[in-house]
Nanobody, 115 residues
């Protein structure tokens, strides 16, 4: 059963913005923490950002600090990743998951930053 569905990726020019969405097939209010990850072919999946559901505590990879913002919309049961000032090195497939105990990975959403 698909538990996580990512969307919102696409092709964007350097300096542009995208907002990724992550829908979960369970109530996020029961989750301690949610995170975003990304993977480039041939490389390991890497951490991008995470957020605590109850305390709203946010963590970011150094490479995205000041450019990306993670948030949760409880009413929509959705986790977002607002990505601004995108760089070619942000090109990857982006995934969401629960950092404490990974669930089956979704299909991800492709983000391509290129002129």
């Amino acid at each position: 059963q698909v538990q996580l569905v990512e969307s919102g990726g696409g092709l964007v020019q350097p300096g542009g913005s995208l907002r990724l969405s992550c829908g979960a097939h369970w109530r996020l209010s029961s989750t301690y923490r949610m995170g975003w990850y990304r993977q480039v072919p041939g490389k390991e999946r890497e951490f991008v950002a995470s957020i605590g559901y109850n305390d709203n505590n946010k963590n970011y990879a150094d490479s995205v600090k000041g450019r990306f913002t993670i948030s949760i919309d409880d009413a929509k049961n959705t986790v977002y990743l607002q990505m601004n000032s995108l760089k070619p090195e942000d090109t990857a497939v982006y995934y969401c998951n629960t950092p404490a105990n990974f669930r089956p990975w979704g299909q991800g959403t492709q983000v391509t930053v290129s002129s």
